[in-house]
């Protein structure tokens, strides 16, 4: 019902920035929309939310100062700006998607969420 595709990922040095976009189509309309990053042997790990009417964001306390979450509701795309990026940034990012308007407590939860995309690899080195 719903694809997820992320783009955007790459290699950069310690302090530089990158710009992540996750494309989504299909029948079913999606009210929630985040970003999560999984590096290997970890758990993923929960980095931005946006609810898509009203455009209201949320991010983790890890990120916040550094990552803007923000939608193009004509493109059905949401990005993910991430600027001053650090070695343990490295990650692998996915995109992904509710058919509900989660709350607070439950929105950095993945396994609350519907659709994920493929993911994106971030490669930050020093």
């Known amino acids: 019902q719903v694809q997820l595709v992320e783009s955007g990922g790459g290699l950069v040095q310690a302090g530089g920035s990158l710009r992540l976009s996750c494309a989504a189509s299909g029948r079913t309309f999606i009210y929630t929309m985040g970003w999560f990053r999984q590096a290997p042997g970890k758990e993923r790990e929960f980095v931005a939310v946006?609810?898509?009417?009203?455009?209201?964001?949320y991010g983790s306390d890890s990120v916040n100062d550094r990552f803007t979450i923000s939608r193009d509701s004509a493109k059905n795309t949401v990005y993910l700006q991430m600027d001053k990026l650090r070695p343990e940034d490295t990650s692998v990012y996915y995109c992904a998607a509710s058919v509900t308007v989660l709350s607070i407590s439950t929105m950095r939860e993945a396994s609350k969420y519907d659709y994920w995309g493929q993911g994106t690899q971030v490669t930050v080195s020093s």
């Open positions: 946006i609810r898509w009417s009203g455009g209201k964001t």
